[in-house]
């Protein structure tokens, strides 16, 4: 490929670098200028193209449209990406060029889109070095491989982008913080020392007891910085993030005003964009030369690091603020667990420790009161007694007692604490970190977004061509009067001095995807519901024919068969269904044409989180609420498809299946995510990406270099987002909080997998993941607002929970107002109703009873005995309870939900030491401003005293002008300045903006006045 004359601007890579620089791979070839930024991209071979040139149209492939001259000739500007074919001395018209995926018809195609897509990165860098960047890159381009141009910002560049961007720095002032004293301070010591060895081996952790003051970047300020090195003054991080900025607002007029790198990337003009990692993350040599990288890797991305706290300040350094807020707020919830942990394990060791006095459990189990059970099934399925289910009375008991009332109100507290603790510790961060105060940066709009508004642009200019088309020509005869003539005039002048209209993308063009949006989740949620009552078909199908089964042994282990592989078939469902409606989110939010990014963000996750909130929790809401409460009774059962009757729940209750389910389900999710989706999957994508490129360029083994740094961090996978890891830990905080009154042990199983998962999740992103760009955030955003909406739906959740699902509140009833003695004697005959086996539909009575002389029945339900007039009628013990039950539903979340105010009441969200050091630093930094200020005027005065000596000596004849009366706090001197100059004018007042910027001249001219005095820095 010939090399055009702006490439001549551009360095190339010539002879091979020196091995030190080879070894480091993070420098140009001077071995001086950082490697800030890197883009890459394949000299790739399309298969056909259709232009308005050449012709060759296909209706069904995706385009790429350009309003560049095609294909370029000897006349196009190759500095500006414009071209301009003079024929007859006229330049030719704009036309439009589509690069397509097709079928190939020949070379010189595929050579044109090269050329045009190379003439498309020339035009982009030569607007990158126009905006004052810096560019490297190979001399040859590789026909197969990737080709890198580096980028690199110079001193210049990242000051005047620092201020735009108004990133806070440290300047040289700083302030000693206020130390505890007393118990206090003795208290803190103790603790820092039991702290030590769990505390990472990061220089950047201890910050001391002095702080430096922070300022926005200001170029006319330098002298107030602490700038010992140009080239480390922005860490690595922060010139990313710079260039990332410049690189996503630069035009490139070739593809029809597209603004931005990620624009590029969609058309695939690049493959990709990155800043690079500081080197490799395995320590090579002194453990005290290790980069930023490799001190992560050593302290915080390793599985032997479990026990230690993360660096949270070094990980906002190298990956910024967004990732860094990410991490704090999982260690935060983290170390939450811990207290729920211990709390749900004495509630289950309260369980354990009573069940061999529970009194319910032991008259289930005692063999004497030999309570005869109706059939669980129709015809096959024989009378049982109710001491042969004495094992899952027992295991019910462990979670279904006294304890799991107070764990259900300790967890509900337990989750405004969570969201309060978090909201102070996200303040104290924001101030650490001078992210107080801070804008939102501005956002350019999507790919997606600016070509469906180029398309809708274009179909307004056709069918304003065909409309002036269409429109009968005018006669020139007369038939237009001078009035109209003055109407079009004067319409075209108003139009002409009217704003031109914005573009933009209306509901009426989202109006399709909204109605797809709607039609498609209302199906997932269809989806969902199926595949649960597809396992309720298959629990009662199976539970039947067990049931009919000649085995005994079988017959014995139905109930726990069936609950077992059900729960089981439900994970396989959970899990597949899961990813697809992770793809389906991505998909329908595309099609609503989100504008911005964080648009984009947001209803991404709202999608993603409707759909696998009821997919995860589909399975357990139907055990909780819906299981046996619509079965009927003996002679009246409801049934399914007029064969199968409804499942019933366990003799101990559903408590215990619905722990058996959210366990399972939990468990599973957890593992089978974290060692396959999370660890497999991007270890297999990446031996498939290496084994492609192997078989690629087989030829280019032999010779081939050292990896340099850029080819290393391309192999590595690119960075997605956060949104799969909030979302696994959002799902997660559901089964903590929801549904935690029937299981006290989730929270030390989410504390258990959440040690690995912060190590997993490190790991990832330190030896796995390309080094995303340093983007800066105040808080979470959308999940905070999620989390609090859980935490307030917890509440509702476990109070119809311990009042439906348990018998909390029917062992409560009967204990005070039908027990004979007041004690819990009697309670399970007191549950259990009459039922006369004669009463049996024909051909639902046990066929083959091996129990004689059965009179009676008995079922669990509050229903009227069958020699009473109201026979098999709800009983009054049934509302009785009913009632109980209600008032325990509206007593708990009033109750909770009041705690839970005064939490939030007493706990302020932002603690008092920041309120009181974010007062002193901004007293601090009006007396710095003032000084410098005092500091200037001093100067300027000395500058007006001795250019009036000099013209006191020249001009003596003048005496009554004397020296300006400077006020204190002005900027610039009040009233005329003394002498004329010899022109008999008034000076023209000087700049005032920083030492760097005073010389012993005064202003040239008068006219250059409200110039300087806008550029003066306060």
């Given amino acids: 490929m010939q090399i055009s004359p702006l490439e001549d601007k551009i360095p190339v890579m010539g002879a091979p670098p020196s091995p030190q620089v080879r070894s480091e791979g993070l420098h140009f070839l001077d071995g001086k200028r950082k490697v800030d930024y890197v883009l890459v991209f394949h000299q790739r ?69 090269d050329q045009e897509m190379h003439l498309i990165r020339q035009e982009f860098e030569a607007n990158l070095l126009e905006a004052g960047l810096e560019i490297e890159r190979e001399k040859e381009v590789k026909p197969n491989g990737p080709s890198f141009t580096r980028i690199h910002a110079p001193w210049p560049v990242l000051c005047r982008e620092a201020e735009f961007l108004k990133i806070r720095v440290p300047t040289k002032a700083s302030y000693e913080l206020k130390e505890e004293r007393g118990f206090g301070s003795s208290m803190s010591s103790i603790w820092r020392k039991l702290n030590q060895p769990f505390q990472p081996k990061v220089s950047l952790q201890d910050h001391g007891s002095t702080k430096f003051l922070s300022h926005c970047f200001s170029r006319d300020k330098l002298h107030l910085y602490n700038i010992s090195s140009k080239d480390t003054f922005f860490d ?36 990709s964009a990155f800043p690079l990692h500081d080197g490799d993350y395995k320590v090579i040599g002194h453990l005290e030369e290790r980069n930023d990288r490799q001190v992560l890797h050593e302290e915080w991305a390793r599985y032997s690091a479990f026990y230690k706290f993360q660096p949270i300040d070094l990980v906002r350094k190298y990956f ?157 005869d007369g038939a237009v009067t001078g009035k109209d003539r003055w109407r079009q005039k004067l319409l075209s002048a108003m139009a002409a001095g009217a704003p031109p209209a914005v573009d933009k993308l209306t509901w009426k063009d989202r109006l399709p995807g909204y109605f797809i949006n709607i039609s498609s989740i209302l199906f997932m949620f269809g989806l969902t519901f199926s595949a649960v009552f597809g396992v309720i078909i298959y629990r009662i199908t199976v539970s039947a024919l067990m049931a009919m089964s000649p085995d005994p042994e079988t017959k014995s282990n139905v109930r726990v068969t069936v609950t077992a592989t059900a729960v089981i078939i439900n994970l396989v469902v959970i899990l597949v269904l ?104 991007p270890k297999l994508k990446k031996l498939i990406r290496s084994l492609k490129e192997k078989e690629a360029t087989p030829n280019a083994r032999e010779d081939e270099k050292p990896p340099q740094q850029w080819n290393l961090d391309y192999a590595l996978a690119p960075f997605d987002g956060l949104t799969p890891e909030y979302m696994e830990m959002i799902i997660q905080f559901g089964f903590v909080s929801l549904f935690v009154a029937s299981f006290p042990l989730a929270p030390l199983f989410a504390l258990l997998n959440n040690i690995i998962e912060i190590r997993l999740d490190a790991k990832k992103f330190v030896t796995e993941l390309r080094r995303p760009v340093a983007a800066r955030a105040k808080d979470i955003g959308i999940w905070y607002n999620i989390l609090s909406g859980m935490g307030k739906l917890s509440v509702i959740i476990n109070a119809f929970v311990i009042s439906f699902t348990s018998d909390f509140i029917p062992r409560l009833v009967y204990q005070y107002m039908y027990s004979p003695s007041g004690t819990m004697h009697g309670f399970i005959d007191h549950t259990l109703s009459y039922f006369n086996v004669t009463n ?89 401003f003032l000084q410098e200020e005092k500091e200037k005027f001093q ?76 550029q003066t820095a306060v």
């Fill in 578 to 681: 899961d990813e697809i409606y992770g793809a389906v989110a991505q998909w329908l939010t595309e099609l609503e044409i989100p504008k911005t990014e964080t648009n984009f963000e947001e209803r991404l996750i709202m999608k993603a989180f409707m759909l696998k909130f009821m997919n995860a929790y589909a399975p357990i809401f139907y055990v909780a609420f819906f299981k046996g409460r619509f079965v009927g009774r003996p002679g009246n059962y409801v049934y399914v498809f007029d064969n199968y009757r409804m499942e019933e729940c366990a003799p101990g209750g559903c408590l215990i299946e619905l722990c058996i389910q959210l366990s399972i389900i939990m468990l599973g999710k957890q593992l089978i995510q974290n060692n396959i989706f999370e660890i497999g999957i």
């Fill in 320 to 476: 910024g603020e967004k990732v860094g807020l990410y991490f704090a707020w999982l260690g935060v919830y983290t170390q939450l667990l811990v207290p729920a942990s211990i709390v749900g394990i004495i509630v289950f060791g309260y369980g354990v420790a009573t069940v061999d006095t529970n009194l319910p459990s032991l008259e289930m189990c005692d063999e004497r009161f030999n309570f005869t059970m109706c059939p669980l099934c129709d015809g096959a399925c024989d009378f049982w007694h109710l001491s042969t289910a004495c094992g899952t009375a027992r295991a019910s008991h462990l979670f279904d007692n006294p304890a799991t009332v107070f764990f259900a109100i300790f967890m509900s507290l337990w989750a405004v604490l969570f969201l309060e603790h978090w909201k102070r510790r996200q303040i104290s961060l924001s101030f650490s970190w001078d992210l107080t105060g801070i804008e939102e940066d501005e956002e350019h709009p999507r790919p997606k977004y600016e070509t469906i508004l180029l398309q809708k642009r274009q179909r307004k200019q056709k069918t304003k061509k065909k409309r002036k088309k269409s429109e009968p020509e005018k006669q020139e």
């Fill in 45 to 113: 071979r399309h298969s056909s193209i259709r232009s308005l040139v050449s012709g060759s149209v296909s209706q069904d492939q995706l385009s790429v449209v350009s309003n560049g001259n095609f294909p370029p000739t000897k006349g196009s500007d190759p500095a500006t990406g414009r071209g301009a074919d003079i024929l007859g001395g006229e330049a030719a018209s704009v036309g439009e060029v589509f690069m397509e995926l097709g079928s190939a018809k020949g070379s010189e195609p595929m050579e044109a889109i």
């Fill in 236 to 271: 690595n991080a922060t010139r990313g993030r710079i260039v990332y900025e410049i690189l996503r607002r630069t035009v490139c007029v070739r593809t029809c005003q597209t603004i931005g790198i990620s624009t590029l990337i969609a058309k695939g003009v690049y493959d």
């Fill in 939 to 1014: 100067l300027i005065q000395s500058l007006f005293t001795k250019d009036s000596i000099l013209q006191s000596n020249s001009q003596p004849s003048n005496p009554s002008q004397g020296l300006p009366i400077l006020g204190r706090y002005s900027t610039l001197p009040s009233g005329p300045a003394a002498g004329d100059g010899g022109g008999g004018g008034p000076r023209a007042r000087c700049r005032a903006a920083s030492f760097s910027q005073f010389s012993g001249k005064t202003c040239s001219s008068p006219k250059n006045e409200n110039a300087s005095s806008r």
């Fill in 840 to 928: 049996f539909k024909p051909g639902s009575a046990p066929q083959n009873s091996a129990h004689e002389d059965v009179t009676f029945c008995r079922y669990k339900d509050y229903r009227e005995p069958p020699w009473s007039s109201d026979a098999y009628q709800l009983s009054k013990q049934y509302w009785s309870v009913l009632a109980a039950r209600l008032a325990f539903v509206i007593l708990f979340q009033n109750l909770v939900m009041f705690l839970g105010l005064i939490v939030a009441w007493v706990i302020p969200d932002v603690p008092k030491t920041i309120v009181e050091q974010l007062k002193r630093e901004k007293k601090l930094l009006v007396n710095l």
